[in-house]
């Protein structure tokens, strides 16, 4: 069974930057495609980005690509997003999670790829 624990959230301005980190444990950390998904008020819950831990492609949604970017450190179990030029439409809980099949099944965009889900770190973003 993996655990995932966010943290990093807070408030910030328009214009300004946070980075996420994700502690795993209880698992093969190295095996996993990590990924980052969000969920605003009366949303869905959307994919926002992923990294498959055989090859280092990375994974995007559109709306982040080029100020979002994520890495993994597998010697610390930890996965990080480092969000820069937020947006005020970035406000949301944002959730790590962690696919142990290399997204075969539904593909890396998609949540129901990912087995197991962290709590979620809330980031508030305003203008």
């Known amino acids: 069974q993996v655990q995932l624990v966010e943290s990093g959230g807070g408030l910030v301005q328009a214009g300004g930057s946070l980075r996420l980190s994700c502690a795993a444990s209880g698992g093969t950390f190295s095996r996993y495609v990590m990924g980052w998904f969000r969920q605003a008020p009366g949303k869905e819950r959307e994919f926002v980005a992923a990294?498959?831990?055989?090859?280092?492609?990375?994974y995007y949604a559109d709306s982040v690509k080029g100020r979002f970017t994520i890495a993994r450190d597998n010697a610390k179990n930890t996965v990080y997003l480092q969000m820069n030029s937020l947006k005020p439409e970035d406000t949301a809980v944002y959730y790590c999670?962690?696919?142990?099949?290399?997204?075969?099944?539904?593909?890396?965009?998609?949540?129901?790829?990912?087995?197991?889900w962290g709590q979620g770190t809330q980031v508030t973003v305003s203008s």
């Open positions: 999670a962690a696919d142990g099949d290399g997204c075969a099944a539904y593909g890396c965009y998609s949540r129901y790829a990912y087995d197991y």
């Open positions: 990294m498959n831990y055989g090859s280092g492609r990375q």
